[in-house]
């Protein structure tokens, strides 16, 4: 039986967040159908996501969760591989309504249980109840039998925050210093809740996202640690490119910035897509109060970034774009131990994230590198 630690932080028991490249046991998915967010009832969702589950099968064990009445159609979509748990979710997005695992040094797993609001509450929230994602985290962590600390009324998620496993946590003050967070916290404040439950010792702050209209600029679309010392940053030099600012400004920041053992970052450069991607088929998707419509021509955050580090693999979204290969090219410059796999995930794109954003990977707490 799993169960709440009360009265102490991770920091203080010994735990941290392990980086994305540490040795994984499995990953954890949730299963897509909102009608009101996925084009034609989620059917080329639901392929994708299945895509992405197939992809990280070699590699490790994936866990999908479904609600009762998709519980036998994503039964029969899944690999016979792929454990399917019934576990009711408001939408998929379980990188950011998931348990943070954590580690310590002697073989143990707990878990952060972040309060989730739905990328802002009432304030700029994207959908209205959420009540279900936000017991998502309790409830894998009672499947995996792993305690857990609750951040009751301190809003944040997993997407919003990459670790370098040696002290470093990197965000952006677009995402937690939004008014749809903790209006009541400042930032220093929040810099401590992120150091005492990541077991972190520095914040590297990157100013802007590239999404501010849906996660409010999460960090695992414009930057990720490839390794101590080094990071990935979104870039391009094309002035025309939506994203074009924010990368510059992301690139300059990690290029000066120094990581908690002081060392200066390597930043290695990866493609954005030549062209934007853009929602079709929005006629498609369903009008829900409480939710925002969706509209034909919409720019879709196409960010190569948004990939998944797993055993021995990096599984990387493909859009179809003219620059899908040199993104495989660089990234497998930037982990030459590692296969990397790509999968097409424009319908993922379409609803709002990607790879990163619809998994959740669970550290070995036996593990090493």
Not at 259 to 267: E, F, M, N, Q, T
Request: with cysteine; hydrophobic share 35%; net charge negative.
């Amino acid at each position: 039986m799993a169960k709440r630690i009360i009265g102490s932080t991770p920091k203080q028991d010994g735990y941290r967040m392990p980086a994305e490249y540490e040795k994984q046991a499995g990953v954890w998915m949730l299963w897509p159908e909102r009608p009101d967010n996925w084009r034609q009832g989620a059917k080329p969702a639901q392929e994708a996501f299945a895509n992405v589950a197939r992809a990280i099968l070699p590699f490790e064990r994936v866990t999908v969760g479904v609600s009762p009445a998709q519980y036998q159609n994503a039964r029969a979509k899944l690999p016979p591989e792929v454990r399917v748990v019934e576990l009711q979710s408001d939408d998929a997005w379980v990188r950011d309504c998931g348990p943070t695992f954590l580690i310590n040094d002697h073989g143990g797993l707990r878990a952060v249980d972040w309060t989730f609001n739905a990328w802002g509450g009432l304030y700029d929230g994207l959908y209205f109840p959420w009540a279900y994602d936000d017991q998502i985290a309790q409830k894998i962590c009672e499947i995996e039998g792993v305690d857990s600390y609750r951040t009751e009324g301190f809003v944040l998620e997993g997407g919003s925050i990459h670790v370098d496993g040696e002290g470093t946590v990197m965000t952006t003050e677009m995402c937690l210093l939004s008014p749809g967070r903790n209006p009541d916290r400042n930032q220093e404040e929040i810099e401590k809740m992120l150091l005492d439950y990541l077991g972190c010792e520095k914040v590297i702050w990157l100013k802007d996202g590239i999404d501010p209209d849906e996660t409010n600029g999460h960090i695992d679309d414009v930057a990720c640690f490839v390794r101590p010392g080094e990071v990935a940053c979104i870039w391009t030099e094309d002035k025309e490119n939506p994203f074009y600012e924010a990368a510059q400004a992301a690139y300059r920041t990690l290029s000066e910035a120094t990581d908690a053992k002081g060392r200066r970052l390597k930043v290695h450069k990866l493609c954005l897509t030549k062209k934007p991607c853009l929602l079709e088929g929005a006629e498609t998707i369903d009008y829900a109060e409480g939710s925002i419509p969706r509209r034909n021509g919409e720019v879709s955050i196409a960010s190569y970034m948004n990939f998944l580090i797993v055993n021995g693999a990096v599984i990387l979204p493909q859009y179809g774009d003219e620059n899908d290969a040199l993104a495989r090219e660089q990234v497998q410059a930037m982990f030459p131990d590692r296969k990397v796999v790509g999968v097409m995930t424009r319908e993922v794109a379409f609803g709002g994230g990607n790879i990163h954003c619809i998994t959740q990977q669970v550290p070995d707490p036996e593990g090493g590198r």
